[in-house]
């Protein structure tokens, strides 16, 4: 049941301007007299849309040829609507996936000489190594375990990445390989050595192109010839049970270096 608010509302929104119920419609304002006149029955619809007023006059008016609606379709419920066809041209060029961009790994490295080795020492703290650091003491003693000098020679200034802190450069785990590979191939140029000890992780997977698996294992690496992975010296300090291993893979190694003379 519409109040009479609602049902004009509904009419207004049918374009109807002038309407005649069939019955009396409960709450509904009072009906003009000019508008009672009869009118043709209606069967399916509720309420029929009336010309403009007539003239008053004691006989009724022949009824008007009505006007055919615009067919309106209302969707039913539980009837998807149907999707807009798509252009042909965006179904066969789809739009191309953006790349992902990987961070720049973030690690320092310095290069050391001892006798005929070259060793490529991650810094855990990024700094330089300072004569009665824990970690440097570290490493004399693991020099002078495999019968080299204690006092290893720095090569050059730590290599320390991202080289850039702004700008477009390329500096992912990919050019962070070829710059470290290639800075070792240079020193390599300069002067051989017959093995190239990798100690830390960064070094190992820039250098040797391997992971953490490959401690105590020895690696041929492109370019770089044969290496020997090792773990950092602040995880050894961290753990000292991991200096059994790397003691019995020197033993296996050691004849390499102190065979050339």
């Not at 409960?26 to 069967?43: D, H, K, M, T």
């Not at 379709?73 to 066809?85: C, L, M, T, V």
């Not at 191309?96 to 005929?116: E, I, K, M, S, Y």
């Amino acid at each position: 049941m519409l109040i009479e608010s609602r049902r004009r509302a509904y009419l207004s929104a049918m374009q109807v301007v002038h309407w005649l119920p069939r019955a009396e419609l409960p709450f509904a304002a009072p009906s003009r007299p000019e508008l009672l006149l009869p009118v043709a029955p209606v069967e399916d619809l509720e309420f029929e849309a009336c010309p403009a007023q007539p003239a008053p006059s004691a006989a009724p008016a022949a009824p008007q040829a009505r006007a055919e609606r615009p067919k309106i379709e209302i969707p039913r419920p539980g009837s998807a609507p149907k999707p807009a066809a798509k252009p042909v041209e965006a179904e066969e060029q789809p739009p191309a996936p953006r790349p992902v961009r990987v961070p720049p790994p973030r690690f320092a490295l310095q290069l050391l000489r001892a006798g005929r080795c070259l060793l490529l020492v991650e810094l855990a703290t990024g700094q330089p190594f300072q004569s009665r650091d824990p970690s440097y003491l570290l490493l004399k003693d693991m020099l002078r375990a495999a019968g080299l000098p204690d006092a290893p020679q720095l090569i050059g200034e730590p290599v320390r990445w991202p080289l850039l802190v702004r700008g477009n450069m390329d500096q992912g785990p990919d050019a962070a390989r070829d710059f470290v590979q290639g800075f070792i191939a240079a020193r390599l140029e300069e002067a051989p050595c017959a093995c190239l000890w990798l100690i830390g992780l960064p070094a190992i997977r820039y250098a040797g192109q391997a992971e953490a698996e490959a401690y105590y294992q020895e690696l041929k690496v492109d370019l770089l010839g044969d290496a020997w992975a090792l773990p950092g010296l602040e995880l050894l300090m961290d753990e000292p049970q991991r200096k059994a291993d790397v003691w019995k893979a020197m033993r296996q190694l050691m004849a390499r270096w102190k065979s050339v003379k």
